[in-house]
């Protein structure tokens, strides 16, 4: 969804994009994809970077592979420990520059896909030190990392390698570990902490390795590590964070041998650059966790999961492949699609991504496939609409989105796009009444964040100004744009009344002044 310089002031235009909506990749279509038989069987078929770049930049690129960064514990045990208050602020500042470097994947059903397998880890994870928010980062890299305050960071490639939800979680659980054992906090040493906007960047660029400053900025503050001792320190913290992992899985109902099979996920598609040993990653490697952790496994493994148990990872894969394509996507998807014609959720994802690329008529026929198996789906239902009104059919696909409203079957992303659609025809009190009582938990996720955009652009409709200022400003403090949130606080500072919400954005507005 474009973001207008000024929202109120410049409308919302017929043609602007939708909110969610990709553009459309040709990579999709390209004459006679390739299709394997699963999404992570043939590493040849999986884009990933090779490591032909120098030792030292292949060295970089391991440090924070399905890790936290190492950072040093100080020589007084635990007095460098960060405060939850620092970690908080710290995982917010890497927020916004993963969002300011990185493309983050915008999809409410993605993020509630994982945002469930994480609630189901927690609830038998007991008490956690933060609440824990899922952010998918668009690379062909496998990946996944952990920050300070609760934020977990998954690339589009393990998902997409992920050959069951068991394995997938087996990711979210690792990280998770981190979370709860506070690794990055108790690393830290204590004068780390007085820059906390520099530590973010590192993080955050040491991340996916795409800033070029972060090879320097990890030397600068010790990082990298160099020293045998710093590095044990990293691979005690990965193996803590496996063990609970695999603790936390069992305890859930899920296969603890996701994990090792994704262990060998890695192995296969990332092998160690050659010279480099084992003791200067600072990270176990793949072959050495899957050991241990098998190790604390049954013997008996599992039977594999049927297609019916895989449906909402292929959805969730579909979804990543929307926004973020691959050339073999379309056919891996098609491929099931046909092997499954019963199958509702091989249905969909192949609705999903012919829709990515403008095949609207292709999109529709499989969703009237995925109806025929499941006429009540919420999601296939919303779809379909979607469908209508990127065909330009839109009081067709008004009418889909209406009826699911008034039937209270409409997702928070249905009720999304229904306002997004009023706000289109210039219906400010429509769009309104589709955002209310829509819940915004969790406060960081982009979708959610969304509605205060939404919201805004209704309110100042309707001539509501100062309170679309207040959540327009709310909108660009959770997008990282300072610069921008500062200047709609003070407009609804000076156009709202005495009062309640006048008082919270003057406070807000001065929390901002402060940080400058």
């Not at 399905?66 to 927020?95: H, N, Y």
């Not at 469930?116 to 690379?139: K, M, T, Y």
């Not at 609207?360 to 979607?386: F, G, K, T």
């Amino acid at each position: 969804m474009p973001v207008a310089r000024d929202p109120i002031n410049a409308g919302t235009s017929a043609g602007a994009k939708r909110p969610g909506e990709p553009p459309c990749h040709r990579a999709l279509t390209s004459p006679r994809p390739v299709v394997p038989a699963t999404l992570s069987c043939l590493p040849q078929m999986v884009y990933l970077e090779r490591m032909r770049r120098p030792l030292a930049a292949s060295f970089l690129a391991s440090l924070l592979l399905f890790s936290t960064a190492c950072v040093p514990r100080s020589a007084g045990g635990s007095s460098g420990l960060l405060s939850r208050a620092d970690e908080r602020e710290l995982g917010r500042k890497v927020l916004d520059e993963v969002r300011r470097e990185f493309r983050v994947l915008d999809d409410p059903y993605l993020a509630d896909y994982l945002t469930g397998i994480g609630r189901r880890l927690e609830s038998v994870a007991g008490p956690q030190p933060f609440e824990i928010d899922f952010h998918v980062v668009g690379d062909s890299r496998i990946n996944a990392f952990a920050v300070p305050g609760g934020h977990i960071f998954v690339t589009s490639q393990t998902i997409l390698v992920s050959n069951d939800e068991s394995e997938l979680a087996g990711v979210v659980a690792h990280e998770m570990g981190h979370v709860e054992g506070r690794h990055i906090a108790y690393q830290m040493k204590a004068g780390a902490r007085a820059n906390l906007a520099a530590l973010a960047a590192v993080l955050a660029g040491a991340f996916l390795t795409r800033n070029p400053q972060a090879g320097a900025a990890i030397a600068t503050f010790g990082l990298a590590a160099a020293q045998t001792q710093m590095l044990q320190y990293s691979r005690t913290d990965e193996e803590d964070a496996d063990r609970r992992a695999v603790r936390t899985l069992n305890a859930a109902g899920y296969d603890g041998w996701g994990l090792v099979r994704f262990m060998e996920t890695i192995q296969r598609q990332s092998p160690a650059p050659e010279g480099v040993p084992a003791y200067l990653f600072t990270h176990p490697l793949p072959e050495n966790r899957a050991r241990y952790l098998a190790d604390a496994l049954p013997a008996k493994k599992p039977p594999a999961p049927d297609d019916a148990a895989l449906g909402p990872l292929w959805r969730a894969q579909a979804r990543v492949l929307a926004q973020d394509p691959r050339p073999w996507g379309l056919g891996v998807v098609r491929h099931r699609a046909e092997a499954q014609p019963r199958s509702a959720d091989a249905q969909l994802a192949l609705a999903l991504v012919l829709k990515a690329a403008g095949r609207y008529d292709e999109a529709w026929a499989a969703l009237d496939a995925a109806r025929n198996v499941v006429p009540d789906d919420p999601e296939i239902l919303h779809e379909r609409a979607s469908v209508r009104l990127h065909q330009g059919r839109q009081a067709e696909g008004i009418a889909l989105l209406e009826g699911l409203k008034q039937s209270g079957r409409a997702t928070g992303p249905a009720l999304l796009e229904l306002a997004w659609s009023y706000l289109e025809a210039d219906e400010g009190d429509k769009a309104l009444g589709a955002l209310a009582g829509l819940d915004r938990r969790p406060a960081d996720a982009p979708h959610w964040a969304r509605i205060d955009y939404l919201r805004g652009l209704a309110l100042g409709k309707v001539g509501r100004s100062g309170e679309a200022r207040a959540a327009l400003g709310d909108y660009y403090v959770g997008q990282g744009d300072r610069a921008q949130a500062r200047r709609n606080y003070q407009e609804a500072v000076r156009l709202l009344p005495p009062g309640d919400l006048r008082d919270r954005v003057a406070t807000d507005l001065k929390r901002l002044d402060d940080e400058r």
